[in-house]
């Protein structure tokens, strides 16, 4: 699989109206490769402008990979990073809401593999998970694998 990079590819219109579209595309994807696929992507969300309203230059600048990208070029895969919650040996998976007799509380589904354990986007929001269910939880970076909950 190719390795590829983040761009942010600025485009205006003739009366000055810029677009910043997040390109990502090989690492030796040239600049004119870059304009046609943020091109493409701007005249497919507005259809009613012509290509011809654009104008003909581009800056092209890299970008922090963790973005999320407007346009994924042809043979590419975006990583996304996901965080996940570990105490000890186990992740956390899910959260099931469990009701007995007068008592109801949230209890926590663990598993061993990493892949399945429960995804959050940001590292932000696998704190907050952590810091309610143990303090001593530790929030990790996931490799890639299976998307759960």
């Not at 870059?34 to 969300?45: G, H, K």
């Not at 965080?83 to 956390?92: R, S, T």
């Not at 995804?119 to 929030?139: G, H, I, S």
Request: hydrophobic letters at 35%; proline letters at 6%; charged letters at 30%.
């Amino acid at each position: 699989m190719k390795k590829g990079k983040l761009y942010q590819v600025s485009i205006d219109e003739i009366e000055y109206q810029p677009h910043f579209i997040m390109v990502y595309a090989s690492e030796e994807a040239k600049d004119k490769d870059l304009q046609r696929l943020a091109t493409n992507f701007i005249v497919s969300q507005n259809p009613e402008l012509p290509e011809s309203a654009l104008v003909d230059s581009v800056i092209v600048e890299p970008r922090d990979p963790n973005e999320k990208p407007d346009v994924v070029a042809e043979g590419l895969h975006v990583q996304t990073p996901a965080w996940g919650v570990k105490m000890g040996l186990l992740y956390a998976q899910a959260v099931h809401h469990a009701t007995y007799d007068d008592d109801e509380f949230d209890e926590v589904a663990y598993v061993r593999g990493e892949t399945k354990a429960k995804r959050f986007e940001t590292e932000a929001a696998a704190k907050e998970f952590a810091k309610w269910l143990n303090p001593n939880c530790e929030v990790v970076p996931l490799e890639e694998g299976d998307d759960h909950d």
